[in-house]
């Protein structure tokens, strides 16, 4: 089992930026990728971006330019750094972590809320 707890969200005016945080604990040996999702008010869950165990990212075209995932130091952290910030942007982040491919989630956190206000 993995665990996944997020921290970071909340309200910022648009412009503006946030950074997000997921560590990870527990059978994390596994894991090949981590990853964030969004899920607006009314919408469907949505891939924001991933990150590979070697490093390589995929972004959505929405973010493209204006978010960045990364590791931390030990790769059992996971950031989303969210700069210039729209009110579209505005969600409920969900970390992920996989073993095959990341649009396969094994694990999820538990979800942090982001709000951007215009």
């Known amino acids: 089992q993995v665990q996944l707890v997020e921290s970071g969200g909340g309200l910022v005016q648009a412009g503006g930026s946030l950074r997000l945080s997921c560590a990870a604990s527990g059978s994390i040996f596994g894991i090949n990728f981590m990853g964030w999702y969004r899920q607006p008010p009314g919408k469907q869950r949505e891939l924001v971006a991933s990150i590979a165990r070697g490093g390589s990212t995929n972004y959505a075209d929405s973010v493209k330019g204006r978010f960045t995932i990364s590791f931390g130091n030990a790769k059992n952290t996971v950031y989303l750094q969210m700069n210039s910030l729209k009110p579209e942007d505005t969600a409920v982040y969900y970390c992920?972590?996989?073993?095959?491919?990341?649009?396969?989630?094994?694990?999820w956190g538990q979800g942090t809320q982001v709000t951007v206000s215009s």
């Open positions: 992920a972590a996989s073993s095959l491919t990341i649009v396969a989630v094994d694990y």
